[in-house]
């Protein structure tokens, strides 16, 4: 070890030098190795920093000081922490290494010499340094001292709180743990940003870049929404632009630091990098992805025209990538036969079995592809078995997209023609991310559920957010997926799923005395979903189903014919009408409060008035339910209850929640299962939001927890507004979690920027 200098050049790194330099410094070491331009770099070893301990006597003391911690204590970590950084930052760097530094800092050899110093993790198994806290950055570092000052606090952030839990969790000998620095010239980059070498969860050679003005900090912060370019590789071409509306940028503070400022006029709309840099940029991720054997993730900058690679590191959230490659080679060759709406992600192929009834779904095999004109819950045992699903009628919010989420089978809905132009037994493969149908199998014939239940789980670490990211679950077979996300509960379980399943109607059961099973069923679904979320809150939805989604099953022929089903008997409207439909629900959920499920908690769906809930909530009571003490609350999905808000919040409504999918369209008179109007339903609309954030800023007033659970919340555009206008939690789909989690991290952080931004201004 001693033979390690404290000082090493860009030139002498190389990746196996990870223990000294960490991974930081070694990846950076490499690509320059290769020729990519990367900007001058020192680092300053992990020997030199565990001499550094030695010699200032800190190596013991350090440890000894939080030796018996109980790290689950949060407090007592964060006093640790605070500690032991303290310890670091105090003692004196011995002369020898402080000159070493200096002498390095001084052959860098610019004049008006400015670094950026960052932090670089030495264990090869911690490669996510944001999970153990280790990603200390100071930018703009100007002089001998301010340097010194920048070094001693990166190894001081080997001891923050969430890096000393990591290590105590993990079983890492925090005796011997190091830390590198490296010392880099600053990028004063005009625009930067961050790029994904493949696609980072199907391994696509598509090459996805986010860029902005100014410092890349901008965009890994999540304080601007940055323009958005894809690259394919394959084609070499650029094949979408997304040109966001860029408010501010970071740059550098005079000699220290940097500062958040405005970006004005023309260049907040402008696009940040030229169709000739994203190419280049792309190639450079190429040549870093061919040269590590893996995907990267890189961040980048642009200083006069001149690209720089300022970090780079693998991406670890791809499955299978060899497979997902093979079939993108093969789709782009292969001849599309039919488009539709991508509801579903994932690819699968298959053989085409249309359904024209729900009776003849006995004939569907393990692994075919559903056609139907749309589907139904009666449907859904069948729909377990295929590998993919394609409707002629639908949007993003019928029926079959929802379910088909949910089970991660791939599902295109909206077609118009899928029953039509496509024939019994064909051969096809379905894209549920792109909507296309295209011509033989050129997928791999996977299990249904494979592309999706590993989108499910995949992903980075868990993001801590302040607003709740809830998940939706319609039937418990998805449980476990769904709590394999890591939400925070389950922010609405629809329950119509679990009884619809067995092909009968709630009424049958009562007509033929079958009260028991019907009781049973719900009770027993339920239960696996609140058993999948322990301690965690559960929403169940008590029963909305329109009556044509009854009509195909046992007991359908007594359901009413209504015209337009959507505006018509169904929700908390029927159930108030349907007394023993309702009681029986109530009683298989005192059943789970008696079994001590406090967790769970009630919706109402379709309330329209305060009286409904009322009624609802007196009627529970005369079940024998302890209605003050159990947690109810209502969907806000039809116009009058968001604009009688404050009426519901006066009746006690414990939480409330959007069902967007309805709430759309009872607001735009846009029938959410229409094809023909599809273009036109609009979540955003001005309308919806009026009401979507009039209601919020009043549940607020009575601090009662709002919340969103319709389609619009598993979009992060609509979740960064959401979180922007006061929502309290969200609940998405299962393979929404990550990215909504992911838009609330970035706009809660730029909320707190924001703020403290003007606080320093003021
Ligand atoms: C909604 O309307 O947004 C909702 C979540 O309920 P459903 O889709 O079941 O009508
Ligand atoms: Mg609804």
């Known amino acids: 070890m001693n033979e390690v200098p404290n000082i090493l050049w860009l030139e002498e790194v190389r990746k196996e030098d990870i223990i000294s330099v ?73 002369s020898a290494l402080k000159n070493d530094i200096r002498k390095a800092y001084k052959k860098m050899d610019t004049e008006d010499l400015i670094v950026a110093v960052r932090s670089s993790a030495t264990a090869e198994d911690l490669p996510d340094a944001s999970f153990a806290g280790q990603q200390e950055t100071y930018l703009n570092i100007k002089g001998e001292t301010a340097l010194l000052e920048a070094v001693q606090k990166c190894w001081a ?25 490296v010392v880099q010239q600053l990028v004063h980059s005009e625009k930067a940003g961050v790029m994904f070498t493949s696609h980072p969860i199907t391994g696509e050679p598509l090459t996805i870049i986010e860029g902005s003005w100014g410092l890349g900090e901008a965009v890994v912060s999540g304080s601007v929404s940055p323009d958005k370019y894809i690259f394919d590789q394959r084609s070499e071409k650029v094949v979408d632009v997304l040109v966001s509306n860029k408010l501010v940028e970071i740059i550098a503070d005079g000699d220290n630091g940097t500062k958040l400022v ?7 709309n402008a696009q940040v990098l030229s169709e000739q840099e994203i190419s280049k940029l792309a190639t450079y991720g190429k040549i870093a992805e061919n040269h590590y054997g893996i995907p990267q993730d890189v961040e980048w900058g642009v200083v006069n025209g001149t690209i720089y690679i300022l970090q780079s590191r693998p991406i670890t959230t791809i499955g299978n990538k060899k497979e997902a490659k093979q079939m993108s080679g093969q789709q782009q060759s292969a001849t599309i036969i039919l488009r539709g709406q991508g509801a579903s992600p994932g690819v699968a192929s298959g053989k085409v079995v249309i359904i024209r009834d729900v009776k003849d779904t006995g ?38 997209a929802i379910v088909s989420r949910e089970l ?6 909206g077609t118009k023609t899928a029953t039509n132009v496509l024939k019994m037994g064909q051969l096809i493969t379905v894209d549920g991310e792109k909507g296309l149908v295209y011509e033989g199998a050129i997928a791999p014939a996977a299990p249904a559920a494979a592309p999706s239940a590993q989108q499910g789980v995949a992903g980075p670490a868990k993001i801590i957010t302040a607003t709740s990211v809830k998940v939706n679950v319609s039937i418990p077979e998805a449980a476990t997926r769904a709590a394999a996300t890591g939400a925070d509960g389950v922010g609405l379980l629809r ?20 009260e028991e099973d019907f009781v049973k069923e719900l009770h027993d679904g339920i239960k696996i979903v609140l058993d999948a979320f322990p301690g965690k809150p559960v929403w169940v939805r008590t029963l909305d189903a329109p009556t044509d989604e009854f009509r195909n099953m046992m007991g359908g022929e007594n359901e009413p014919l209504e015209h337009n089903p959507m505006l018509g008997w169904r929700g908390i409207r029927r159930d108030i009408q349907s007394p023993d439909q309702f009681r029986l629900q109530v009683e298989s959920f005192k059943r789970l409060w008696k079994e001590g499920y406090d967790n769970l908690g009630i919706m109402f769906p379709m309330v329209s008035h305060p009286d409904e809930f009322i009624a609802a909530k007196a009627m529970m009571k005369s079940y024998g339910v302890d209605v003050e003490n159990v947690t109810l609350g209502i969907m806000i999905e039809i116009p009058s209850s968001a604009i009688m808000i404050e009426e519901f919040l006066k009746c006690g409504i414990r939480f409330a929640s959007f069902g967007t999918n309805d709430l759309v369209q009872y607001t735009l008179a846009i029938d959410r299962n229409n094809e023909n109007v599809a273009d036109m339903y609009n979540p955003q609309h001005p309308a919806v939001l009026y009401l979507i954030h009039s ?31 006061g929502i309290a939690s969200i609940s998405a789909n299962i393979d929404a979690i990550a990215k909504i989690r992911e838009a609330v991290a970035r706009t809660e952080k730029r909320i707190i920027l924001e703020a403290a931004r003007t606080r320093d201004a003021e």
């Open 363 to 400: 004939s569907v095999k393990e692994g075919d592809i559903l056609v139907t004109k749309m589907t139904s819950p009666d449907m859904v045992p069948a729909m377990q078995k295929v590998a993919a699903i394609i409707t002629d009628e639908g949007g993003l919010t019928c029926h079959a």
């Open 262 to 268: 405005d970006v004005v006029g023309a260049r907040q």
């Open 495 to 514: 329950i119509e799923h679990l009884i619809l399943g067995l092909n009968k109607t709630p009424g049958w059961f009562i007509t033929n005395n079958r």
């Open 695 to 725: 209601a919020i800023q009043m549940c607020r007033e009575y601090n009662v927890e709002c919340s969103i659970c319709g389609q619009a919340g598993s979009d992060p555009k609509m979740a960064t507004w959401l979180v922007e206008h």
């Open 157 to 181: 952030s080997l001891y923050g709180a969430r890096a000393i839990y990591y290590r105590a969790r993990q079983g890492f000998d925090d005796h011997t743990v190091n830390i590198s620095v």
């Open 408 to 413: 991660g089978t791939p599902a295109i809905v």
């Open 22 to 94: 960490g991974g930081k410094g070694a990846s950076l070491g490499e690509m320059a190795s290769i020729g990519l331009p990367v900007p001058k770099a020192f680092m300053v070893t992990a020997q030199a920093f565990r001499r550094f301990l030695i010699e200032t006597g800190l190596e013991k003391k350090i440890f000894a000081s939080y030796e018996r911690l109980d790290v689950e204590n949060n407090v007592a970590l964060e006093k640790a922490a605070n500690g032991a950084k303290a310890m670091v930052l105090k003692a004196k760097i011995p």
